[in-house]
């Protein structure tokens, strides 16, 4: 093998070891940006790229390269926090996929032409291919947790497509050299990869953006809780304060015999002592404040909620995550009921601890054809030009996931049950 097939190797490698990092990103949480864990990442891809290479320059051996392959694919997955299973069954995939392309493109262009560059274009057209699955899954993925195709995927799609296609036609070109086929398909490599990971990048800036815009909404709805919380404060202390008063005016009235008077002041007072009790008090503090927040804007809307909650002082998940979960459920659970007519307004809440479990269930009436579309998939009920649309019940899936638990949803004939299980961090 003589010094530019080396180079060339490098190079397409280097390709390969990108998408099997892109890969990881797809089945597995984001990594941590700790020092330690950015030099234990660099150290596995580092190695991820070496040993294939390595293997394919010294050993020249289909054997050889089909281990080192597999060995790549599973080393890639060593940083990331899984179990061992699920990254053996990660590293088992990736290196069938990189079999079945590597394959394809070999025995495609084996049969259109005998030119020395085959093997070049062989390898180019692997690699889109290798990009191409990477691609697919990662929608397929995004299609399972219920987000839809967007236009700017066909775009790229075609792109990537006509890298291929153009590929193949430099095979059948009898007239270009080897060096002018190698420039013209590294040159579309290059130009896929380019455009690729600039979606990618778009893509991620987006919804970083959103999230943005959730998170003021989610700021905001604390600084309302928090004022709420004062003027209950301050209601009570009202209510302390004056009570001497309060005894003082329905001992007079008792004394004249004036019992309807009476009735009627304790009636007031019970109504301004009930406006200012909270409607949950476990002792977990972001617990409390986001349901009794989201209570209060239920009855709000002329809504009935039934609630049964029972847990220990500290669940061990923090006032932020206990807001994006319960926050942007019960935010669904009253739009939803808000749209539909009757006396069937009603949302239920059960929460409890058990075995070190957190487990959260949430039903509420609703039009069914408001919540799932024709496919039974889950859409969001907010107006199509509300910026943040959606992105409720994606937060409440990331945040789930990142804790480990579990996060579904099933529906009927006007209800829908959205059900969270965490368990305890350890």
Known sequence: MNVSEMLFSAVIEAFRTAILVFYTGIFFLPLANDIDSKRKRSAAYLAAYLIPLIAYILAQNVYINVVATFLSCLIVALPVKAGCRKKLFFAFFLWAVSIAVDFSAGFLFSKLSDKPSVNYLASIISVILFLLSALLVKQLHQLRDGETLQIHFYFLLLILLSGVGTVIILTLEEELSQKACLFIGGTFLSLDFMVFFLYETLISNAQKEKDQIFLLEQTKAYEQLITDSRENDRKIRSLRHDMKNHLAEIGELARL?????????????????????????????????ILNYKIREAAANGILVKKKIAVPDSVGISAYEMNIIIGNLLDNAIRAVTEIEGDNRLISILIRYEKRVLYIRIENACDETKIVDYRGRLISTKNESDQSHGIGIMNVKRTVDKMNGMFTTEHGEGFFIATVIIPEKT
């Open 257 to 289: 015999g004036k019992t309807d008077e009476i009735l009627q002041y304790i009636g007031y007072a019970a109504r301004e002592l009930a406006d200012a009790t909270p409607q949950v008090s476990t002792g977990v503090v972001g617990l409390d404040g």
